[in-house]
């Protein structure tokens, strides 16, 4: 079937599941776990199963670290499709207000102070601002939507491969 010469772009995931955690210190060794066996298991390759493990950790360490005492759980949704993989990790808590951002981190492995306008090692950043730097180094685009009394969400995104074996992929070669 022809589209006009425009891409088609599919709205719904190949695979999208979720996890649903209490807020313990159990919890992210389990979601890796579970995770990582998952993306092992539909065959994407071991380099992009390791940085999507360590930016999901972040994240769900965040929730613990900072979530506060109104958050009793969290979720990790993850979607992937052909190219990519989407890791939301989102808690109702009680938010962050708007504040100004002492540190913006930077597209690689450094962070940029927009109040010095220097880059910055992420080893020298201050222990409670390496999380989101951590991420950011290890997926392609990370976004944080955190409002008072709604919760905060951390959505990741990175480009994948895939091993050759991959079920997702024999899959796509058949449709």
């Not at 649903?20 to 579970?34: A, G, H, I, N, Y």
């Not at 993989?85 to 100004?100: L, N, S, T, W």
């Not at 927009?114 to 950043?125: D, F, G, M, S, V």
């Amino acid at each position: 079937m022809s589209t006009g010469g425009k891409v088609r772009v599919k709205s719904v995931p190949d695979v999208k599941f979720c996890l649903v955690f209490q807020c313990e210190t159990l919890s992210v060794p389990v979601m890796r776990r579970v995770l990582g066996d998952t993306l092992r298991g539909v065959g994407v390759d071991e380099e992009s199963v390791y940085d999507i493990l360590l930016a999901a950790t972040e994240a769900c360490t965040n929730v613990l670290t900072h979530g506060g005492q109104q958050v009793s759980g969290y979720e990790v949704v993850t979607s992937l499709d052909p190219v990519g993989c989407q890791i939301e990790v989102a808690d109702e808590g009680i938010g962050m207000p708007p504040r100004k951002s002492r540190w913006v981190p930077w597209a690689g492995r450094r962070a940029f102070s927009a109040r010095h306008e220097q880059e910055t090692p992420i080893a020298q950043l201050p222990e409670s601002g390496r999380g989101l730097a951590v991420m950011r180094a290890c997926v392609d685009q990370v976004t944080l939507d955190s409002q008072p009394g709604r919760g905060t969400v951390v959505t990741m995104h990175k480009h994948i491969s895939w091993s050759q074996d991959a079920p997702l992929r024999q899959l796509q070669h058949v449709s």
